[in-house]
């Protein structure tokens, strides 16, 4: 069965850091591309970064170059995404996502497998 568990949000001031990770089960990180999408209150669901592991690309949402960087592990089966100097705008729930295409994009329609989602909040 495939499965996918994020942890690592929480509650920072802006300009903070925090480091999420997206643990996998039932599937190789070799075989799928994973990507990170977030959702903010009341607005609809967002990619900000993708990676496949296999190829070694790589692709962010111009909202986050720069601040943000995914990487992995693939003996760990975890997918990790650092985020630096977050901003109130940052704030949402992410959610990482596994999708077995041969190219890792940031199309949500593509991906199939879902976590349940962390939350991320900015605030002073």
């Known amino acids: 069965e495939v499965q996918l568990v994020e942890s690592g949000g929480g509650v920072v001031q802006p300009g903070g850091s925090l480091r999420l990770s997206c643990s996998v089960s039932?599937?190789?990180?070799?075989?799928?591309?994973i990507a990170w999408f977030r959702q903010a209150p009341g607005k609809g669901r967002e990619g900000v970064s993708c990676?496949?592991?296999?190829?070694?690309?790589?692709s962010y949402n111009d909202a986050v170059k720069g601040r943000f960087t995914i990487s992995s592990d693939n003996a760990k089966n975890t997918v990790y995404l650092q985020m630096n100097n977050l901003r109130p705008e940052d704030t949402a729930v992410y959610y990482c996502?596994?999708?077995?295409?041969?190219?890792?994009?940031?199309?949500?329609?593509?991906?199939?497998?879902w976590g349940r989602g962390t939350q991320v909040t900015v605030s002073s």
């Open positions: 990676i496949n592991t296999h190829v070694g690309t790589i």
């Open positions: 996502a596994a999708d077995k295409g041969r190219i890792a994009t940031l199309l949500e329609r593509l991906y199939e497998h």
């Open positions: 039932g599937f190789s990180l070799d075989d799928y591309n």
